[in-house]
């Protein structure tokens, strides 16, 4: 049927939503909202520590605290041209030749009234050792030869030892060494009076027993009979005297090696190597007390400490050369003479490193 005019189209297409789709109606109410998301909270949590990196941490500071305290040392080591040019074939073994000089360098007067070194300007020997540490595996030796042994100085003629130091110095007393006793001599360790008492101090004192009364005005002693804790002062006067002593220099280079021992038990301690404000003053003191020769490296201070230690320990051998005549008259004056065939015989054991061939003669 036809539609009449004005009226509107009922038939006709639809509105088209979006897509074609038809339009939705509206939605009653207001559009639902989105849940708010909820602000986020940082937990801080305390990082638990890993065995692994502790253990690493450990094993780094076990290895730098050591090679730290001999940076210490080393950097306050002096150097001396001391190894002569010529010397005898090497042996086995390591050879340290070991000086105790009166130096006094370095020393105020007030210092050297102190350790009551006087103020002698000379340079003496007042001990001479050889330390031998052996590659056998044996053990290692410390022998003390007397300041007033009677031999043969190299273009010299027969004099006290000492006087080689005098006359040629750290040169002269080595290439002397070699000749009456066959060794080479690998290295070369010299100490003064201050750099000892300094040492000595540095390791907190040193335990000594002394079996009797003890008087000597030279060496700035007055010491009671019985076990006492020496600083460093006391320790060289006890290291130095000798007229007051029945034996001299015999009684005088057993307690050195005596003294050594203490030093070097009280240093190598845990309760010294494992506390810095104790290790380290006597790394610096160690180090600063020393001159070693031209071919001295760090591994060589380290084998020489090892070495005294190892010396001092009861597994080590201490002892003298032999001595024939401790009272021989000679040009020279009033000397020590040594049991030939005896030195002899522990010269060659220690040529052929056999350090313990050793004990039969310390005895």
């Known amino acids: 049927m036809p539609r009449a005019a004005g009226t509107p189209r009922l038939d006709g297409p639809r509105p088209q939503g979006r897509g074609g789709h038809p339009p939705q109606p509206p939605a009653h109410g207001p559009a639902p909202q989105r849940p708010a998301r909820p602000v986020a909270t940082t937990v801080r949590?305390?990082?638990?520590?890993?065995?692994?990196?502790?253990?690493?941490?450990?094993?780094?500071?076990?290895?730098?605290?050591?090679?730290?305290?001999?940076?210490?040392?080393?950097?306050?080591v002096t150097e001396v041209s001391?190894?002569?040019?010529?010397?005898?074939?090497d042996t086995p073994g390591t050879t340290f030749l070991v000086v105790g000089s009166d130096s006094r360098a370095g020393l105020d007067e007030a210092q050297r009234q102190e350790l009551s070194t006087g103020n002698d300007?000379?340079?003496?020997?007042?001990?001479?050792?050889?330390?031998?540490?052996?590659?056998?595996?044996?053990?290692?030796?410390?022998?003390?030869?007397?300041?007033?042994?009677?031999?043969?100085?190299?273009?010299?003629?027969?004099?006290?030892?000492?006087?080689?130091?005098?006359?040629?110095?750290?040169?002269?007393?080595?290439?002397?060494v070699?000749?009456?006793?066959?060794?080479?001599?690998?290295?070369?360790?010299?100490?003064?009076?201050?750099?000892?008492?300094?040492?000595?101090?540095?390791?907190?004192?040193?335990?000594?027993?002394?079996?009797?009364?003890?008087?000597?005005?030279?060496?700035?002693l007055d010491l009671a009979a019985g076990?006492?804790?020496?600083?460093?002062?006391?320790?060289?006067?006890?290291?130095?005297?000798?007229?007051?002593?029945?034996?001299?220099?015999?009684?005088?280079?057993?307690?050195?090696r005596e003294l050594l021992a203490a030093i070097m038990a009280k240093g190598a301690s845990p309760a010294t190597l494992a506390n810095p404000l104790r290790a380290v003053p006597l790394a610096s003191a160690g180090g600063s007390a020393l001159v070693l020769d031209e071919r001295a490296t760090p591994w060589t201070l380290l084998t020489f400490a090892r070495g005294m230690?190892?010396?001092?320990?009861?597994a080590?051998?201490?002892?003298?050369?032999?001595?024939?005549?401790?009272?021989?008259?000679?040009?020279?004056?009033?000397?020590?003479?040594?049991?030939?065939?005896?030195?002899?015989a522990m010269f060659e054991a220690l040529k052929a490193d056999d350090?313990?061939?050793?004990?039969?003669?310390?005895g």
């Open 121 to 176: 300007e000379g340079h003496r020997t007042d001990t001479i050792m050889l330390l031998h540490v052996p590659d056998s595996g044996g053990p290692t030796a410390l022998i003390s030869i007397p300041r007033d042994s009677y031999v043969p100085i190299p273009g010299h003629g027969r004099n006290k030892i000492n006087s080689s130091f005098s006359i040629g110095g750290p040169q002269l007393l080595v290439q002397t």
């Open 227 to 256: 076990c006492q804790t020496m600083d460093g002062p006391t320790a060289l006067g006890f290291a130095r005297y000798r007229y007051s002593d029945p034996l001299g220099d015999l009684g005088r280079v057993q307690r050195q």
């Open 316 to 344: 080590g051998i201490s002892m003298t050369v032999p001595i024939g005549d401790p009272a021989l008259r000679t040009p020279a004056g009033t000397a020590v003479k040594w049991d030939t065939e005896r030195a002899v």
């Open 355 to 362: 350090t313990e061939q050793l004990r039969a003669l310390a």
């Open 309 to 314: 230690r190892a010396a001092a320990s009861t």
């Open 178 to 220: 070699e000749e009456v006793s066959g060794l080479r001599v690998d290295h070369y360790v010299e100490t003064g009076f201050g750099g000892f008492a300094r040492i000595v101090d540095a390791v907190g004192g040193v335990d000594m027993c002394v079996p009797s009364p003890v008087r000597d005005e030279r060496a700035g």
């Open 45 to 76: 949590r305390r990082r638990r520590p890993r065995p692994g990196r502790l253990l690493l941490l450990l094993a780094v500071l076990l290895v730098a605290y050591p090679v730290a305290l001999g940076a210490t040392a080393w950097a306050k």
């Open 82 to 89: 001391a190894l002569p040019a010529a010397s005898p074939a």
